[in-house]
């Protein structure tokens, strides 16, 4: 099994895109380094749009994730709904 | 006046329309006289319309989110800038990374825009055409980024004003230089496979995210913003140079081959150019967040390989030179600094000797490797420095016909023996660093004998600076070596001693009292 990883630069609106990812996807593992997060789920890691809306009280969409984006590991699929990294192993 | 209103677009549809929906093909032509450059390395490609672009991102989109990341970033360049923001670093040996950084990395986001310049003209359908072209739009804004951070230190402090003249010339400098080199004079695909994957996948994962979020650690905003603003398009290359190959694969199972040739070739020209990179985060960022090693593992040898296990679907098996890689992770930092400190008239950056803290970090971090081989080597030097003989090597360095690093890696499976290989091609003797190179030399010769090696050809008198007469009596090769490469010569040395330790100690006292 392989580590789908996503890392964001430390900010307002990247706090509470991890607190959604934390939410929708059980087993997220937080490892915290100075001004980044990076953010490790087995095989498929997923942002779902309504639960950043959620955390951020305003609409978000997805595509915003690219101003705070630092990398990221795993096939992506982007939909107006999801932003999905998965490994096929 | 009843309005019908339309329904807003997914973003599936809105990418479609607003980038395939816009391609045509020609008519005056045909699409392959139009496109010459995608068969001759011999990919197949059956149907263009099969790439994915997983992004999605349409023009518009993209102006919008760019010069949103630029004004972030010029914002917060002013603000350190305005603060004094250079004396709020680590230490002033910080500043010595941003010199090899300022020096090895700008010139190479040039060259990458200038290679998704031609893909962006190179590739037949549409999806690549568009992710290419901004892709050369991002590259472009790194190289311009990059150089504005840096700028306010160059007002400061020494060795950072010549670096685009350094760059074509500078012994150490060549192997960035040659890895893109190689990667734009080969076609269109190759170059996809060395950058969109060896360079963005293996390198700046450990370039601008360990590395950079070291720079925020030490203090240094500017290196944090620029660095973390560009990787944030990196996610955008990485998953574009991974597209590329998977669409190569799913084409035509004739592919597979040639494709896997690249991904050896590459992961291991990626790997040789980390040495450096990683030696910056092992011996010249004075606080550390994590080892070149831990980051490697991180980086490279799991999520390198989560792609190689995931590609195994298509017939893909993990690059030949990964065991080498994994082994060496564990000495090549160490080498690196050794080579360098031990060539103190020889770059535009200071060196030093890890103070006893640092050295103990370092037994820590490489259990098995550091107190055993490098360690003894450290100590003897400082012995001698503090004796008033300090290392200076004075002759030219030998470098590896392939990848440009000078030698100084070791046999496999021994660390105190020096690795060299050799091959003969036209009755001429080629030597290289490692097995690896060898091969893509033996691959390619034709190509790799043209390799400008500048601590070659400075013997042959082609390094001179200009009016130099080489064929005068007393012409010695090299002795004008400074001149050429134009090195400042206050920013030679040992770190001690250094007109910057001096300038940083004496303005950071006016910093903190009247």
Known sequence: ?89 | MDMKVAKKLGLKERYALMTRDLAWDTTYQPMDKVFPQTTYEGIKIHDWDKWEDPFRLTMDAYWKYQSEKERKLYAILDGFNQNNGHLSVTDARYINVLKLFLGSTPPLELMAARGFSMMGRQMNGAGPRVACQMQAVDEYRHFQTQIHSISNYNKYYNGMDEFAHQQSRMWYLSDGKSFFDDAITAGPFEFMVAIGFAFEYVLTNILFVPFISGAAYNGDMAAMTVGFSAQSDEARHMTLGLECIKFMLEQDPDNLPIVQRWIDKWTWRGTRKLASVGMMMDYMLPKRIMSFKEAWEMYVEENGGALFKDLARYGITIPKCFGQTIEEKEHVTHQSWIGFYMKPQATPFHTWIPTPDEMDWLSEKYPNTFDKYYRPVLEHLDAQEKAGNRFDNKTAPMNCQVCVSTMKFNEPGDPMEMCFRESIYQGEKFHTCSDHCKEIFDNEPEKYIQTFISSHQVLQGNCEPDGTDVNAADFKPGQNMLDYWKLDKRALGDFNGSDDQKNFAAWREQATKN
Do not use: Y
């Open chain 1, 1 to 89: 099994m392989s580590n789908a990883f996503i890392a964001f630069q430390k900010n307002d609106d990247s706090r509470c895109i991890i607190e959604a990812i934390l939410d929708d996807n059980p087993g997220a593992m937080v490892d915290d380094q100075p001004s980044m997060v990076k953010i490790d789920v087995p095989n498929r890691l997923v942002i779902k749009r309504e639960t950043v809306t959620e955390k951020m009280g305003r609409e978000f969409d997805l595509q915003e994730l690219q101003l705070h984006l630092i990398t990221i590991s795993g096939n992506l699929d982007e939909t107006d709904d999801e932003f999905t990294l998965t490994w096929n192993s």
